[in-house]
């Protein structure tokens, strides 16, 4: 089957706008997503990349590029009230979603994502965080021992660093086969890729 | 009339990519270019950014998605054997063209950028851009004197601080009114502003 790898963090707009769409091309070419949580601050580190906001006229633009392209895919987009967040505990939890709760991978995904861009929720607040899994129906005191799991840790330390070897700058980051495609804005090359 | 106001450098291969579609684009649209040569490594001292070569893996795929563009717009792309390209001369050459010699401007810009990018010549020497002067029928010695007048010099000082002081931080950027939008990538968005 098909596949297209999906390197993403919470905290990155990009990858909530990609997160929105993605499903629905690769629906359209029969392929399967490989979700692929991994912590964007980490890759920063280990390539010497930053966030576009450190650079102030690149984050100023950005915001309205980001507002154009929500308006194009027809999706809320409200940047939360500081940033970037700290999103160490909510990766480290997509990656225990997989290990342990894979049935409940993408119901947290879409909150945590929801939450973060959609409304634009304080994520980096951990009561914020709390409040928004217990509507999610998820158990406040389970997901503390998931992100706790040190071999929960451990996979996203790893997919982090598979990331940063395959070339992965920044996020969202897709795969077909060993094509990388960066950016929200490269899901049409992510199509076409998936449609040879 | 419509316009679109285009800030470039001859040593951005974006930048390339978007001449080499932005006239069909304006034309299509009845909206006249107001072309903007700045110095892209002034915009970058001047807001903190830097060129995406900086980060190893960035540039690595950075030559590979304008690769997948200029297949998608069926032009040549061949990056110049040294890069990034000291672009001063170059840059003074195409405001010069345009307070002095305002016909030969398009054939100027055409001559640089098929010589820099279309066909990927060392145009950091300078006896490889005098011979691509010389073979579009610039005479160097004329040259040379409008890129040191201290006009000329100035105009391009006053376009590169007018960039930045509009929120300029990369080349291209194209404005329609105050819409900016950065990078090559973005001319559908441009097209779509200058459709309103």
Chains 1, 2 share one sequence.
Do not use: C
């Amino acid at each position: 089957m098909k596949q297209v790898e999906f390197y993403f963090d919470f905290g990155s707009p990009a990858s909530y706008l990609a997160w929105t769409q993605l499903p629905k091309i690769a629906a359209a070419a029969g392929a399967r997503i490989v979700w692929k949580p991994m912590l964007l601050g980490g890759v920063f580190k280990a390539t010497g990349n930053a966030s576009p906001v450190t650079v102030a006229a690149k984050g100023k633009w950005m915001m309205g590029d980001l507002a154009r392209f929500a308006a194009r895919y027809g999706v809320p987009l409200k940047m939360p009230p500081s940033f970037p967040v700290n999103t160490l505990a909510m990766m480290r939890g997509a990656v225990g979603m997989q290990m342990r709760q894979p049935a409940d991978f993408d119901r947290y995904v879409k909150a945590m994502y929801e939450a973060m861009f959609g409304r634009g929720l304080n994520m980096g607040d951990p009561d914020v965080v709390a409040g928004v899994l217990a509507a999610a129906g998820f158990d406040a005191a389970a997901f503390a021992a998931l992100t706790a799991d040190a071999a929960v840790k451990q996979g996203l330390v790893a997919n982090t660093e598979e990331a940063v070897a395959r070339g992965v700058f920044g996020a969202p980051t897709m795969f077909v086969g060993e094509d990388m495609h960066f950016g929200q804005d490269r899901l049409d090359f992510v199509a076409q890729a998936l449609a040879r």
